[in-house]
């Protein structure tokens, strides 16, 4: 083997490891760190959360389909006054936005663990998870506006650094939707983290 050949190989070897390497990583979000760049709801899905006589609020959850989702999605439940889930393994599940279809969107529901694994992809690929709450009749005011049938959900990042969510009025329409001008979009000012309630316990995205 001639010096130049001696050379030439371990670069070329280190060359092909490192590309491996970087085809094994996780796909980074579109969004970045806050690791979605949007969500929708359509009116039924979220009524039919807010629709249970103990449902004061409704939790959403940044998450990933998939490990490689790059878009990230979000996922939502019901949450009673003390921050409990309203949540049974059957009929009461965790429900994720999926796609815009038909001017709706259809849910994925999920049992606890299979939301928690979801949720988990997103820290997988280096990303904040976070949780925010919206209050039932704020999100009413919302579905109530003119020519709302469902909202738009962002992320946006809260001066003390967390990330948050933003919720806009929408029109949803075949496969996509528009931000309805009025009323005012609302946002969760009291994310988790910073702030997860009486008891941290209710929130499956912390450790």
Same mark, same amino acid.
């Not at 933003?166 to 939707?177: D, E, N, V």
């Given at each position: 083997m001639s010096p130049l050949h001696r050379v030439l190989l371990p670069f070329a070897f280190g060359l092909a490891s490192a590309l491996l390497v970087g085809c094994a990583s996780p796909p980074a979000s579109l969004a970045g760190e806050s690791g979605l760049v949007e969500a929708w709801f359509d009116a039924s899905s979220l009524n039919s959360l807010t629709a249970h006589g103990e449902c004061t609020h409704v939790r959403f959850y940044n998450a990933r389909r998939t490990a490689s989702d790059t878009r990230g999605t979000v996922i939502m439940i019901a949450a009673r006054a003390n921050g409990s889930p309203i949540y049974d393994g059957n009929g009461l599940k965790y429900r994720m936005h999926d796609r815009v279809s038909s001017g709706g969107t259809p849910m994925v529901l999920l049992s606890a663990a299979e939301a928690k694994a979801r949720i988990k992809f997103v820290a997988d690929a280096g990303e904040k998870k976070y949780a925010a709450n919206f209050k039932k009749e704020d999100i009413a005011m919302l579905l109530g506006s003119a020519g709302c049938n469902g909202v738009r959900l962002v992320p946006e990042r809260l001066?003390?650094?967390?990330?948050? =969510?933003?919720?806009? &009025?929408?029109? =949803?329409?075949?496969?996509?939707?528009?931000?309805? &001008?009025?009323p005012a979009p609302l946002l969760a000012s009291e994310p988790c983290p910073n702030y997860c309630g009486a008891d941290p316990a209710y929130y499956i995205h912390l450790p």
């Open positions: 001066t003390a650094g967390f990330w948050t =969510l933003r919720m806009h &009025p929408a029109k =949803l329409s075949g496969t996509g939707g528009t931000i309805n &001008p009025a």
